[in-house]
Every structure is written in structure tokens, then in C-alpha cells.
């Protein structure tokens, strides 16, 4: 009978309930997909950036990450709190910031995963003038067997300092591109002059062999490492006393007073943060210090003291 008929507005309620229905057979698939390995999870993070409507698009960040394998409910929401991504956004609706820091967190869980468990990502930051240098000096001079990783940086190299070794001295253009490509574990604007950063790519090389790597950065660098690869070993490097940390400073004479006052402000809010870090290493003597350092890296070969 005619009265009987579905109307429009049903017939458009039915299909769209269907629509629904396959829509969310369509994501489960996908968390199905991440959960066995048969698609990673950047791989579904870059579909969801390229189709923001598509079927990732439409994932909540949410259950892509509880899909991945050793990630549940708990650590998720820290995973989430960390990348400041609210519970109701989908992947296709994530802002560029949202999405970088998830794709990082992604790519250095990926590392970190593939590592051998004797090998340590092993981060020392402290203070301008503490000796954070003078101690990695000292580490790369005397223990051949630690991998010390070569930044990248805008600032330009200094008397002595040698390309590849003390730094990797790029331009801004140079720079820019590297941070596009994800080429950088970490990086930042340090003392609000120059950019620095951690390049990844021999990082990765170095845990996946089974090496540990030593990174020599300042603290935003440190709080990034720490929120991508919380295993990382976060070293703090601590003067004998504040006064010991002004004499360094003044008495190493490469900054203006302006600079120097301007840096020991800093120096007072990142003394502030030594307890975000798991160890602490008061550098009396430089090779006391960098002895403290190389035994938190699992090394099995390292001199004795001179
Ligand atoms: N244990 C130490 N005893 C005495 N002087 C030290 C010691 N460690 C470092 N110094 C001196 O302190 C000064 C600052 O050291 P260094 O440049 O290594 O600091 P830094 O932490 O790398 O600084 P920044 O973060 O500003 O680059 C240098 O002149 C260095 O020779
Ligand atoms: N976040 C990062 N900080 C870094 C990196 N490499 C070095 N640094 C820090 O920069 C300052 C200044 O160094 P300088 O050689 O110009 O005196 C120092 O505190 C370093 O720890 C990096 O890759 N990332």
C-alpha cells in the first residue's frame, strides 16, 4: 500500500545508517591491519593526512593508537597528554603541530623498538658553562667505543672547530629542509639565536646494531627526546656550586656580559628542572664527570682514569 512506502527521509535515514555501519567496518579493518603488522602505523597516519575524509582520516586518534601492539588504555592516554591531542580528534583532523609530533613519536618508537635492549639512547643537558662540551670532549677523545652524535646546527663553526665533527654547520634554507624531510630526532632554537638539532638517521643506525648513542643537548632538546622515546637514559649535568657555574661562564669568555647575565637567567630555570631527569652527575673534574656518564651507557670497554 501507498501509506506503507518508505518515505524520502527514511530511505536517506536507512543509507545512512548503512553508510555508517560499513564506515565503521571499514576503520576496524584498518585497526585490524595495524594490530597484525600488515600496515604500520605511519603508514596509516600519512593515508590519514593525504585523505583527511577517507577511512584513516576518520580513525580517533584515540583507538589508532590503542591498535598498536604494546600500546594500551593507560599508556595511551599519557601518549595522548604528551602530544596535547584531545581525546575526540580523528587523524584526518589533527593540526600540522599535532600531527609532526605524532608522526615523531611513531617514527622514534619504531626505533627505539628495533634496538637491542643493552643499547641506550643516552641524552646529557644541563646548564650553559656547566661543562656539558668539555665532558663530551673529553667522552669522544678517551672512549672510541661511544658513538656521539654530530648535530646540526646554523650557527656558524668557531676557531678549531672541525665540519662533521663538531657540528654539521648548515644554512637556514639548509635547515628548514631537514625538519620538512623528519630528517631531525630532535631540534631547537637554543639560547633564542641558533637552531640545533639531533640528525636521526645515524641514531637509528646505531641502537638497531645494538650501540648506545650519546646526545649532547640542551634541555627543550632533552624534554622532546624524553616525550618521543621515554626509555631514553636523561643524564643532568650539575656544577660543584651556582658560583663555580658563573666562574665557568665568565671565565670561558666567549659570550658579552649582556649575553652572559641574559644566560644565567636561563641557567637559574634549567637548574629548576634537574629533577625531569633520571640521573644527575655533578662535574667536578671532567673525568670523573664523563666516567659517570660512559658507566650509565653499558659499555663493555672503557679506560680507567687517568
Ligand atoms: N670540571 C671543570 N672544571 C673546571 N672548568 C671546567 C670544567 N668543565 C668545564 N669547564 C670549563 O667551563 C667552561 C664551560 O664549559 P663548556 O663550554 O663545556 O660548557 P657547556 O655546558 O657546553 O656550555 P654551553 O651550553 O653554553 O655551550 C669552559 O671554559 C670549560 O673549559
Ligand atoms: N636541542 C639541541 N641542542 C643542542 C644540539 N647540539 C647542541 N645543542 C646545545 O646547544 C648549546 C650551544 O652549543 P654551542 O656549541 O653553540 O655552544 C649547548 O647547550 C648544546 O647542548 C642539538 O642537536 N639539539
Known amino acids: 500500500m501507498a501509506e506503507n512506502r518508505p518515505t524520502p527521509p527514511d530511505v536517506d535515514r536507512v543509507a545512512a545508517s548503512r553508510a ?7 576503520r576496524a579493518a584498518v585497526k ?7 600496515r604500520t602505523p605511519l603508514a596509516v597516519l600519512a593515508a590519514a593526512i593525504e585523505h583527511p575524509d577517507g577511512v584513516e582520516g576518520r580513525l ?9 601492539p604494546a600500546i ?18 580523528r587523524l584526518g583532523g589533527l593540526g600540522k603541530h599535532q600531527r609532526d609530533r605524532l608522526r615523531l613519536f611513531l617514527a622514534n618508537r619504531t626505533v627505539s623498538r628495533r634496538g637491542s635492549s643493552d643499547a641506550h639512547l643516552v641524552v646529557l643537558a644541563g646548564p650553559t658553562a ?46 628548514d629542509r631537514m625538519v620538512a624531510s623528519g630528517e631531525l630526532l630532535e631540534w631547537a632554537v ?36 624524553r616525550a618521543a622515546m621515554p626509555e631514553a637514559r ?38 629548576a628542572a634537574q629533577d625531569e631527569f633520571d640521573f644527575r652527575v655533578v662535574n667536578q673534574e671532567v673525568n670523573v664527570a664523563a666516567r659517570e656518564v660512559v ?7 672503557a679506560p680507567s682514569l687517568l
Open 295 to 301: 658507566d650509565l651507557m653499558n659499555l663493555r670497554k
Open 60 to 68: 580517533r586518534a584515540t583507538e589508532f593508537l590503542v591498535s598498536i
Open 130 to 175: 656547566v661543562g656539558k662540551g668539555a665532558v663530551a670532549g673529553y667522552i669522544r677523545e678517551n672512549y672510541p667505543d661511544v658513538l656521539l652524535s654530530v648535530s646540526a646546527t646554523t650557527r656558524a663553526p668557531r676557531p678549531g672547530e672541525v665540519e662533521g665533527t663538531s657540528y654539521f654547520f648548515v644554512t637556514d634554507a639548509e635547515f
Open 234 to 271: 636523561m643524564v643532568f649535568l650539575l656544577p660543584p656550586s651556582w658560583d663555580e657555574l658563573v666562574r665557568r661562564l665568565i671565565g670561558r669568555g666567549t659570550e658579552s656580559p649582556a649575553e652572559q647575565a641574559r644566560r644565567l637567567e636561563t641557567a637559574k630555570l634549567e637548574l
Open 72 to 89: 594500551g588504555v593507560t599508556k595511551m592516554r599519557r601518549i595522548m597528554t604528551q602530544l596535547e591531542i584531545s581525546p575526540s580528534k
Open 20 to 26: 555508517a555501519v560499513a564506515a565503521r567496518r571499514a
Open 190 to 225: 637554543v639560547h633564542n639565536a641558533f637552531r640545533y638539532g639531533t640528525p636521526r638517521e645515524p641514531v637509528e643506525q646505531a641502537l638497531a646494531s645494538g650501540h648506545s648513542v650519546l646526545l649532547e643537548i640542551d634541555l627543550q632538546g632533552a624534554r622532546s627526546v
Open 32 to 38: 585490524a591491519e595495524i594490530a597484525a603488522g600488515k
